[in-house]
Structure formats: structure tokens, C-alpha cells
């Protein structure tokens, strides 16, 4: 985190929340260095050191959204692997799921708009990956597409973009209007 966040945001001065990617539950404990750096106050004196302000966001999925201010920008947790859906070996993550569908809804209800982050992409050089499991987040993500108006991903070492049409035909039953769906090319170890 030294290399990595503090020393290239140093002196930033801004708030700064995160979604972790597969990295972070590579560490010795599994992810929970990343919780308690960006979800509690346990290092404010490192983020003082380097200039940052710490705002602890609530958990590794979060959404941002200000009184009166139409947009507002979802982060999500796609783990290791990107597996939030049921899968023979393993529970998923029905309650991110389900967290980020009542948001939408709420975001729906009040006519804003919302940016979705996370780390694990499902759609990769042009093709709909089948390692990562993530068809529910997508289909909620079409189904609230009046809502969502860009997807960004990252993960992948090279910049993607699925243009609305595109991002809808790799998802079952799909039709557009989608999301502008960007995988940021620079979310990785190394590029």
C-alpha cells in the first residue's frame, strides 16, 4: 500500500475510497489489510503522514451520493475471483447483491444517475469471460441501465470499451439500453 496508494497520491488532500481487487485477498490475511486500511481509523496516522484524508468508507462496497446531486457512484467488491453469483462451490455474494439492487432501486425512485466500479471484469477483449462469475451483477446492472450509466472495471492491463449494444449481447436476454462498459486498463500489478 506504501508503493502502491500513499506514495503516488501523496499530498492529495481529498477523500479517497477504494474497492479492493485480487490483489488485496492475496495479502497474509486475506483482504483484511484492505478493510482495515480504507474502512476503519485504525492507520489515520499513516494517511496523515502522507498527506491524505482519511474518510473511512463503510465497508469494501459502498456508494457515494450527496443530497440534491444527481449521480452517484457505486463501488463493489468483486473478491478474489469475481464470483458473486451462487456456483456449485461456492454461496456467492447474494447479500452485495441484493444491497446493490435496493440502491438502484432507491437511485431509480429519486431520478438519478449512478457509475458502478469494480475490480473483476466479465467482459474481456471482446469476449464474455467465463471465469468470472458475475451474470447476476450484470443483469441487474441492464435491468437498472436507465439508472447506471457507465460500468468501469479494471483488472485487465490494456483500456477496453463495450459500447451499450455491445455490452447488452453478451448478457442473456439483454436488449439496449446498457451501460457504457470500460475496463481502465491501468487496475493490475503491472501493465
Known amino acids: 500500500f506504501i508503493e502502491g496508494f500513499f506514495a503516488p497520491y501523496q499530498n492529495l488532500h481529498v477523500p479517497v475510497w477504494a474497492t479492493p481487487g485480487n490483489h488485496e485477498y492475496y495479502s497474509e ?57 451462487a456456483t456449485p462451490t461456492s454461496d456467492g455474494d447474494a447479500g452485495q447483491l441484493a444491497w446493490l439492487e435496493w440502491r438502484l432501486k432507491l437511485a431509480q425512485a429519486a431520478g438519478r444517475r449512478a457509475i458502478v466500479l469494480f475490480h473483476i471484469p466479465a467482459l474481456v477483449n471482446q469476449k464474455r469471460d467465463k471465469v468470472p462469475h458475475l451474470d447476476r451483477l450484470h443483469a441487474l446492472l441492464i435491468r437498472f441501465a436507465g439508472v447506471v450509466s457507465a460500468v468501469i472495471a479494471a483488472h485487465e492491463h490494456s483500456f477496453q470499451y463495450y459500447r451499450p449494444e455491445t455490452f447488452a449481447s453478451f448478457v442473456a436476454g439483454a436488449s439496449v439500453p446498457a451501460p457504457h462498459y470500460f475496463v481502465s486498463g491501468a487496475g493490475g500489478a503491472f501493465l
Do not use: N
Open 29 to 85: 490475511h486475506s483482504g483484511r489489510e484492505f478493510f482495515d486500511l480504507f474502512c476503519t481509523s485504525r492507520h489515520q496516522k499513516l494517511w496523515q503522514d502522507y498527506g491524505l484524508r482519511l474518510v473511512p468508507q463503510p465497508g469494501t462496497y459502498w456508494e457515494l451520493a450527496s443530497p440534491g446531486c444527481p449521480l452517484i457512484v457505486i463501488g463493489l467488491d468483486s473478491g478474489m475471483s469475481g464470483s458473486l453469483d
